[in-house]
């Protein structure tokens, strides 16, 4: 689902501030899109390019251009766009090269080269050095958009570099309306508990399938619990099927067993390590489920690297098991 930017109103803000920038000849050479996950950075990276790229007079981006058109197909010969490719989880040096070598020619219409580099935090470390050589020389009327949810993965060096703008992800109540105008009505509340607030991504599933999705893992999560499943079938099954989202099923089952515990009680800063948390037939240990959505969000976190994911996800069920 290609979505325009006048369909994301909690982007109006951000519109202005580069609108207002561009107008004033005060665009920066870099750009960091901080983003919620699932809150619409992409779709403001490109918004920008074709700000850039736009060939009306007045008023751009003009949506109607050949320019805005091909920008929007991402097709226009001034605007590159880097992104993992294949099966690659990460952005390499080489596709840096090509895209450096890219900028460094003239314009093809005599007036921006733009280049959107999404998800940025995909950069790997040879990547990212590479392109900061080009941010500390950067060539006139040219932007390069960084797009992340995760920019503390990127060098300090590279990001002192951009102009940071941040994109929240809407209100519980804002998404909820807006999906409802988009898709009609379901229980977008209870997609939205399963996806943690990322509207786009919710906009693309089926709220009833994703909802079940999350209850199947729940439910799988408490019979480990109470020793009734077993956690090396259940991580060599769950590893080859969506496993982000099977990871943030498990981190929010987690998370609810933690507030459970706290619901109606102030939290004390000293917290005892022996406090215990009912769950199942069994008893989980406080500091012990503190642990495992650590390891779940370094888990998480590491998707893009070459890790034996299905080990991994069977070390984070097996905590679980031991209680």
């Given at each position: 689902m290609?979505?325009k930017i006048?369909e994301?109103?909690?982007?109006?803000s951000?519109?202005?501030?580069?609108?207002?920038?561009?107008?004033?000849?005060?665009?920066?050479?870099?750009?960091?899109?901080?983003?919620?996950r699932g809150?619409?950075?992409?779709?403001?990276?490109?918004?920008?390019?074709?700000?850039?790229?736009?060939s009306?007079?007045?008023?751009?981006?003009c949506?109607?251009?050949?320019?805005?058109?091909?920008?929007?197909?991402?097709?226009?010969?001034?605007?590159?766009v880097?992104?993992p490719?294949?099966?690659?989880?990460?952005?390499?040096?080489?596709?840096?090269r090509?895209?450096?070598?890219?900028?460094s020619l003239?314009?093809?219409q005599?007036?921006?080269?733009?280049?959107?580099?999404?998800?940025?935090?995909?950069?790997?470390?040879?990547?990212?050095?590479?392109?900061?050589k080009?941010l500390?020389?950067?060539?006139?009327?040219?932007l390069?958009?960084?797009?992340a949810?995760?920019?503390?993965?990127?060098?300090?060096?590279?990001?002192?570099?951009?102009?940071r703008?941040?994109v929240r992800?809407?209100?519980?109540g804002?998404?909820?309306a807006?999906?409802?105008?988009?898709?009609g009505s379901?229980d977008?509340?209870?997609?939205?508990?399963?996806?943690?607030?990322?509207a786009?991504?919710a906009?693309?599933?089926?709220?009833?399938?994703?909802?079940?999705?999350?209850?199947?893992?729940?439910?799988a999560?408490?019979?480990m619990?109470?020793?009734g499943a077993d956690?090396v079938?259940?991580a060599?099954?769950?590893?080859?099927?969506d496993?982000?989202?099977r990871?943030?099923?498990?981190?929010?089952?987690?998370?609810?067993?933690v507030?459970r515990?706290?619901a109606?009680?102030?939290?004390s800063?000293?917290m005892?390590?022996d406090?215990?948390?009912?769950?199942g037939?069994?008893i989980?240990?406080?500091?012990?489920l503190?642990g495992l959505?650590?390891?779940?969000?370094e888990l998480?976190?590491?998707?893009?690297?070459?890790?034996n994911r299905?080990?991994?996800?069977?070390s984070?069920?097996?905590?679980v098991?031991?209680?």
């Amino acid at each position: 689902m290609q979505l325009k930017i006048q369909e994301l109103p909690w982007l109006e803000s951000q519109r202005e501030l580069l609108r207002t920038a561009h107008a004033a000849g005060r665009m920066a050479h870099a750009l960091l899109i901080h983003e919620a996950r699932g809150a619409g950075g992409d779709v403001l990276a490109l918004w920008t390019a074709q700000l850039l790229l736009c060939s009306a007079a007045a008023e751009p981006p003009c949506g109607v251009c050949a320019g805005c058109r091909r920008a929007a197909l991402m097709q226009h010969p001034d605007l590159a766009v880097l992104a993992p490719i294949e099966d690659s989880q990460q952005i390499r040096i080489d596709q840096v090269r090509e895209l450096i070598a890219e900028l460094s020619l003239t314009s093809h219409q005599g007036g921006y080269k733009v280049a959107i580099v999404s998800p940025a935090d995909a950069l790997n470390r040879a990547a990212a050095n590479a392109l900061l050589k080009t941010l500390e020389e950067p060539t006139a009327r040219t932007l390069l958009i960084l797009v992340a949810t995760q920019p503390s993965r990127l060098p300090a060096t590279l990001l002192s570099r951009c102009q940071r703008i941040p994109v929240r992800a809407p209100a519980r109540g804002e998404a909820v309306a807006w999906l409802e105008s988009l898709r009609g009505s379901a229980d977008w509340g209870g997609a939205l508990d399963v996806l943690g607030d990322a509207a786009l991504l919710a906009a693309e599933a089926d709220p009833k399938t994703l909802i079940q999705f999350a209850g199947e893992t729940r439910r799988a999560l408490e019979q480990m619990s109470g020793a009734g499943a077993d956690p090396v079938a259940t991580a060599e099954r769950w590893w080859r099927t969506d496993l982000p989202l099977r990871l943030a099923c498990i981190e929010n089952w987690l998370t609810d067993r933690v507030r459970r515990h706290f619901a109606g009680a102030a939290f004390s800063v000293e917290m005892n390590a022996d406090g215990h948390l009912q769950g199942g037939s069994r008893i989980l240990s406080i500091r012990r489920l503190f642990g495992l959505i650590d390891a779940v969000q370094e888990l998480k976190s590491s998707l893009d690297t070459p890790i034996n994911r299905s080990l991994a996800l069977e070390s984070v069920l097996r905590r679980v098991a031991a209680g």
